[in-house]
């Protein structure tokens, strides 16, 4: 199992569209995929609609310690893709895990329980510099950092989310390994000179830092996002062919590109280059076979 969180102390970068899609790609490809909202604003919850709503959510998991996945996995319309909710009671999950002796450790500790089920969980996170990120990058094997190729926005990027990796550093004398962190520049305008500029300012500016590193591959800026979140659909299977006018490539070719990047191990890469995009990928109920 792979734990991936998806970072940046910085609001409306595009964390939550990272997070559905990533998940929405691989649970296509036949993975098994949960994603964990921890983010009380629940705009991950309300991506997918939920077919199975659990009577817990991210709040009860993770405040009660629960070990049952059936207390709290909520399942999505789509078939092998399901979801810890949240919700206004996540408003009081930071000041816990920031008290608690054993707070920024709890999802590192809890996540083990669902191995046996999954093969890859995404944690999506809010725009802030808080102990809800200790915990949730605590609890990862990669760390994934959209940002957009803005000036500002890289400088934000070492004074908050790289900063926040240096601050966990010391959890590595427990034992605890820090996940290595991944720069994906989002929202990327297809023909601006501008773009490329404060692209390799950004990774001239990190190379210092050991573990931080920005992927060769982007996400443009498309209205194809927001078609697919008005359908609530994963954007691989909102654009399966590049539109005639556009010089970037499909939302499924640049997802496609994007997870084969992340996830290098050989079996991934063989199922994420057979998705089509078209196959059925609805979850079918029961009653309904
Ligand atoms: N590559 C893109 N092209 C066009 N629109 C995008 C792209 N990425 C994200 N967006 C849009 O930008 C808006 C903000 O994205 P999103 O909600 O994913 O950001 P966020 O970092 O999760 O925000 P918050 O910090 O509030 O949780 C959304 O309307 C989303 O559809
Ligand atoms: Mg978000």
């Known amino acids: ?21 990533i998940g929405g790609f691989c649970a296509d490809a036949g993975l098994r995929v949960l994603l964990i909202d921890l983010d009380y604003q629940a705009t991950l919850t ?7 709503v659990a009577p817990m959510g991210v709040y009860e998991f993770i405040t009660n ?28 999950l930071d000041s816990l895990l920031r008290d608690a002796d054993d707070g920024r450790l709890r999802l590192h500790n809890l996540l083990p329980a669902v191995t046996a089920h999954y093969d890859l969980i995404v944690l999506d996170t809010q725009g802030a510099r808080n102990a809800t990120l200790a915990t949730a990058m605590l609890a990862s094997d990669l760390v994934l950092s959209p940002v957009m190729p803005e000036m500002l926005a890289a400088l934000e990027l070492k004074s908050g989310t790289v900063l ?82 556009r010089r970037t490539p499909s939302a499924l070719e640049i997802i496609r590109s994007l ?11 063989e199922l994420f280059k057979r998705v089509t995009g078209k196959k059925p990928f ?6 309904n076979r």
């Open 164 to 245: 926040a990796l240096s601050g966990i550093a010391s959890y590595q004398r427990l034992g605890i390994p820090i996940a290595p962190l991944r720069v994906l520049f989002n929202r990327v305008h297809p023909i601006s000179s501008n773009a490329v500029v404060v692209q390799d300012a950004v990774r001239n500016s990190i190379m210092e830092h050991a573990g931080v590193e920005a992927l060769d591959s982007c996400i443009p800026a498309s209205e194809a996002f927001q078609k697919a979140s008005a359908k609530s659909i994963p954007v691989h299977r909102a654009e399966t062919r590049q539109p005639n006018n």
């Open 1 to 21: 199992m792979t734990v991936v969180s998806i970072v940046n102390t910085k609001g409306g970068v595009g964390k939550t569209t990272v997070a559905v899609n």
């Open 282 to 287: 609805a979850r079918v109920q029961e009653g």
């Open 46 to 52: 309300q991506y997918y609609p939920l077919v199975s």
């Open 259 to 269: 997870v084969l990047e992340l996830f290098p191990r050989q079996d991934w890469q």
């Open 65 to 92: 310690n629960e070990q049952n996945p059936e207390h709290y996995v909520s399942q999505t319309c789509f078939e092998r893709l399901d979801v810890v909710y949240a919700d206004e009671r996540c408003r009081g």
